[in-house]
């Protein structure tokens, strides 16, 4: 689900501007190419010398540090980890660095991570629209169906983004993206079998948002929107966009690793603010302080303020939404699952309805891979080790076509909401290299790949070597979570005094932050609305937020600062 691209000329209303290009067409102004000039705001205009401390050491501090060391201000980065990158992360899988945290690069156009992906020759592909589908029971669904009602589902989910955006002002903050299938599907002249069908399909979209369906809000839906063009799959990894971005950082900034920042206290508030920051055994001070730690984080008041944030900053952290995906990935000594030159499947798990997935002329043509980019397992009746029958997803990253000299004999398989709160809870208390923990992965997950082309329990190729899964919801410093989201909600009572949430106040709250204390929110929850949640909206946010504080101390470099202030002083 992840790969399909997000067009908005399927939803958006002949030459109307969306919310969204009129919020990125506003926040470019801080982007560093385009950025306007301002008067400074603090005491003494032009500072000889700024000393920023930035808490995290993620993509937004970094990008934030970057922005900040080419206008020579002093940076100091504290990060509660013993690394840096914060949830863009490798680790090692049988010599394979793959990433822990994202995988994907969310449209294209204007997308500053595809132009460092570009920079650093990192290898990218774009994943085919290729599906399967296994049903309840485990047999393969018709190609043809499935390829119907995907459609179906996608024109469902066009139409979402559409009524979202137009009527975003009279949905139910208690309605959801399913209860939006539910009112589109049950009139529709479709069979039970198929209708039933649409709604299994239409929950795949839990491996996007990282919750279920009926978790999804109707009404800030479209926030959910991307940049536009392809969503394009990391087929090496990130490593090198996080060290580009870091390069700075790492040869200029003061950075303490292994260090919590437990609170943050403002003092002078106005032109002149002081900033202390207090980790478990030392304490800080700065002029500015810019707080990149996850959504997650603040949820549990971490770290503290004094004074409190103000109202608008704390109604935003408690009205917003973090998410709950998690991947896995699990390695064979072959891709068995590779169809043989005959296109043939393994019969057992074929339906009597089925039709090839790929002829065998196509299977070894240049343009599509021999096996499906996405496979998707609904309701799986079949698997004892899923006590709830949570619907998975798998892509394998076995395709020499695709993945080039990054192929790998892995699957990887993507798992959302209480299937993932579930495994992870699971694996919590087991070492990653422990016999326990590949026993508790391989059990879970066999009655999926067995599902698979070739596969035969007497065959030594079939059975994982490693296995590695993310653990987010356990990770302190990530926030016990994702990324944000945006989820139903209780709808409110006006005559109880409740007001309503209108998230993209909330959104724009956290981005503001707290200047006039010296106090800076960001990370990709303080991105622009059509980055939200992504490795790019944390790369903005940064950037975003070092060239305002650069402008607030008059070192944002831009010589029409002085032309501004003449001709106000004129006025």
């Not at 206008?71 to 680790?91: D, K």
């Not at 399967?132 to 009602?149: P, R």
């Not at 491996?207 to 969503?231: A, H, M, V």
């Not at 004074?307 to 064979?332: C, D, G, H, M, W």
Request: charged share 20%; with cysteine.
């Amino acid at each position: 689900m992840e790969g399909k691209a997000h067009l908005k000329e399927r939803y958006s209303a002949p030459g109307r501007v969306s919310w969204m290009e009129q919020d990125l067409a506003a926040c470019s102004g801080d982007f560093k190419v385009s950025f306007k000039p301002r008067l400074p705001t603090r005491n003494g205009e032009h500072r000889k010398e700024v000393n920023v401390c930035i808490v995290g050491a993620g993509l937004a501090g970094l990008r934030s540090a970057e922005i900040l060391i080419e206008e020579g201000v002093r940076v100091t980065i504290i990060e509660a980890r013993e690394r840096i990158g914060g949830r863009v992360h490798q680790a090692n899988l049988l010599g394979h660095e793959v990433d822990m945290g994202p995988n994907w690069i969310h449209g294209t156009l204007t997308n500053p991570i595809l132009k460092l992906a570009k920079e650093t020759q990192t290898a990218l592909c774009s994943a085919e629209d290729n599906t399967c589908v296994y049903g309840e029971q485990g047999y393969l669904i018709h190609k043809g169906k499935v390829d119907d009602l995907f459609e179906l589902v996608w024109s469902i989910i066009s139409d979402a983004f559409r009524d979202s955006n137009e009527f975003c002002s009279t949905i139910s903050s208690s309605t959801s993206l399913k209860d939006y299938f539910i009112e589109k599907i049950s009139p529709s002249d479709l069979s039970e079998e198929d209708k039933k069908l649409v709604y299994q399909l239409a929950e795949t979209w839990g491996t996007f948002i990282g919750d279920p369906l009926e978790r999804q809000s109707l009404k800030y839906f479209w926030l959910e929107e991307c940049l536009d063009g392809d969503n394009l799959f990391v087929a090496s990894n990130h490593g090198k966009i996080l060290a580009r971005v870091a390069e700075k950082a790492l040869d200029n900034a003061e950075i303490h690793l292994s260090t919590k920042v437990v609170a943050v206290e403002s003092h002078n508030e106005g032109e002149s603010p002081r900033v202390v920051i207090r980790t478990n055994d030392r304490t800080f001070e700065f002029d500015e302080v810019v707080v990149t730690v996850p959504l997650g984080c603040l949820k549990r008041n971490t770290p503290t303020f004094s004074p409190s944030l103000p109202t608008p900053i704390v109604r935003a952290i408690q009205n917003t939404s973090y998410s709950r995906l998690e991947k896995v990935y699990i390695t064979f000594p072959t891709a068995f699952w590779e169809f043989p030159a005959s296109g043939a499947l393994n019969p057992e798990c074929v339906s009597p309805t089925f039709t090839s997935l790929a002829r065998p002329e196509e299977s070894c043509g240049n343009t599509n891979p021999a096996f499906p980019t996405f496979v998707h397992f609904l309701h799986p009746t079949y698997a004892p080790s899923n006590p709830s029958s949570w619907t998975l997803e798998l892509n394998s990253l076995s395709s020499k076509t695709l993945f080039g000299k990054h192929a790998q004999p892995t699957l990887f398989f993507t798992t959302y909401g209480p299937c993932a709160t579930y495994l992870t809870s699971q694996l919590t208390y087991l070492s990653p290299i422990s016999p326990a923990y590949l026993t508790f992965l391989t059990d879970f997950f066999q009655p999926y790949y067995s599902l698979l082309p070739n596969y035969s329990t007497s065959n030594p190729d079939c059975i994982p070597t490693a296995a590695l899964a993310t653990n987010w919801q356990n990770d302190e410093f990530a926030g016990w979570g994702s990324y944000m989201n945006f989820q139903v909600r209780e709808h409110f009572d006006a005559s109880k005094g409740e007001e309503e949430v209108r998230l993209e106040d909330d959104i724009r709250a956290l981005r503001a932050g707290v200047p006039e204390r010296g106090v800076w929110l960001a990370g990709e929850h303080t991105a622009p609305f059509v980055a939200l949640g992504t490795l790019t909206g944390a790369y903005w946010s940064g950037e975003a937020v070092g060239m305002r504080v650069l402008a607030a101390n008059g070192l944002d470099g831009n010589e029409e600062v002085e032309s501004v202030k003449r001709a106000e002083s004129r006025q």
